[in-house]
Structures are given as structure tokens and as C-alpha cells.
């Protein structure tokens, strides 16, 4: 157990649906991440929040959303969803200020979204 | 061009066998580099991690950077079943957007019997 939990670890849906994945980082991390991770794009960076604030955006599509709550837990929302976006969906966090040093992450075990 | 590269593998291997696994990446302002290790349907693990070039060692695994060739790599010393998984390189630069970690592909190795 790595100290990130995930949640829910499985969900299936249709196209047009919206979902919400959910995190809760180690305890002390101040930084979440989000991945999506499919089978011909490897890992890919989302998304960043570090203390309730975004921090850095990667290649994530409008319609994805995300955002970390007071008690530092994270949801990532995925509307209007299209069979493509069926993937691996990681959380991760950090103990360190993203701009201060080594960005050493710790994964959760994922959320594996099927959209049919 | 992706900016990490990898080959994907599958790298099938004896127990017991020396296991080299590596990366090149095109941005030479990446100072932090790491491994992780992923078993399948599991996240990914940090296995090493260095900063610049130079070498790590810990128990069987050894990371080596090479910063001017633009090139790491992970061996695995007595490789054994159990390290059987995908290994992911990741790196990072510090700039105006923090230190995002980058990842290559992953190589997915076997470690037979």
C-alpha cells in the first residue's frame, strides 16, 4: 500500500456519461498529480494541484477537470466522455513544493475507466 | 519525436541473467532522473532516483546517467522472477512551470525461471 488511495479502482460507463475519480495523497503530501496512462500513449501528466492551488496543466482536454479540496484530497472529473478516453487513471503525490526540488512521486494504484 | 524515448521490449530474460534497460531524451535541461518499477494493474513504484550524471547503486540495481550522451540506464544484477514488471525512466528539469516529471514508454521485462 503506497499511501495514495484511489477511487473507485474500476468503472464502466457509456460515451456522453460523466464520471469522478477520486484521491486521497499520503498523509503530509502537499502536491497531487494526475496521469492518464493508456495503452499507446504511456504515462501521460494531467494535471497539478499543490495546497489547494493548480500549479501546471499538461495535456489535458477541456473537457477534464480537476481540483484539491481544503482537506487536500483531489477529484478528477471526465465529462462527455468518448470511447478514447478509456484508460488507466493515475493519482499521485508529493511532499515537495514542485519548484523547489526533485518531484520523487508516489502512486496510487489507479482508476481503470472502460467507456462502452 | 517523443521528448523521453524507450524501447518498449518485452525483454525476456533468464533467472539469474544481468538486465540493461535505458532511455535517451532530447532536453538537456533535465537534471533529475528516476525509475519506477510497475507490476501489472498496479501503480508505479519509485525504484531509484539521481540528480545529474553519475552512478547509483542500490542492492541489485544499479542507474547509471550519462548527461552528455543524453542517456540512463538501470541494471539489474541476478535478475529474478519477481522483477518481472514494466520499468518506467522519468525525468525532470526545474523551470518557470516546476519540475514536471516526464515519462518514457516503459520496457516491459520477463525474467524467466
Known amino acids: 500500500d503506497s499511501g495514495v488511495t484511489q477511487t473507485p479502482k474500476h468503472l464502466i460507463t457509456a460515451t456522453g456519461q460523466r464520471v469522478t475519480l477520486r484521491c486521497s495523497p499520503r498523509s503530509g503530501d502537499l502536491s497531487v498529480y494526475w496521469y492518464q496512462q493508456s495503452l499507446d500513449q504511456g504515462l501521460q501528466f494531467l494535471i497539478q494541484?499543490?495546497?489547494?492551488?493548480?500549479?501546471a496543466k499538461g495535456n489535458i482536454l477541456e473537457r477534464f477537470s480537476a481540483q484539491q479540496f481544503p482537506d487536500l484530497h483531489s477529484e478528477l472529473n471526465l465529462s462527455s466522455l468518448e470511447l478514447g478516453d478509456s484508460a488507466l487513471y493515475f493519482c499521485?503525490?508529493?511532499?515537495?513544493?514542485?519548484?523547489?526540488?526533485?518531484?520523487?512521486?508516489?502512486f496510487g494504484a489507479g482508476s481503470r475507466l472502460t467507456v462502452l | 519525436q517523443k521528448e523521453v524515448e524507450q524501447d518498449p521490449g518485452p525483454l525476456s530474460v533468464p533467472e539469474g541473467a544481468i538486465v540493461s534497460l535505458n532511455c535517451t531524451y532530447s532536453?538537456?535541461?533535465?537534471?533529475?532522473f528516476m525509475w519506477y518499477r510497475q507490476y501489472s494493474r498496479k501503480g508505479p513504484e519509485l525504484l531509484m532516483y539521481t540528480y545529474s550524471s553519475g552512478n547509483k547503486e542500490d542492492g541489485r540495481f544499479t542507474a547509471q546517467v550519462d548527461k552528455s550522451s543524453k542517456y540512463i540506464s538501470l541494471f539489474i544484477r541476478d535478475s529474478q522472477p519477481s522483477d518481472s514488471a514494466t520499468y518506467l525512466c522519468a525525468m525532470s528539469a526545474i523551470d518557470n512551470a516546476g519540475n514536471m516529471l516526464t515519462f518514457g514508454g516503459g520496457t516491459r521485462l520477463m525474467v524467466k525461471p
Open positions: 499521485a503525490s508529493s511532499d515537495s513544493d514542485p519548484i523547489s526540488g526533485a518531484n520523487v512521486l508516489t
Open positions: 532536453n538537456s535541461a533535465f537534471q533529475y
Open positions: 494541484y499543490y495546497n489547494g492551488e493548480e500549479r
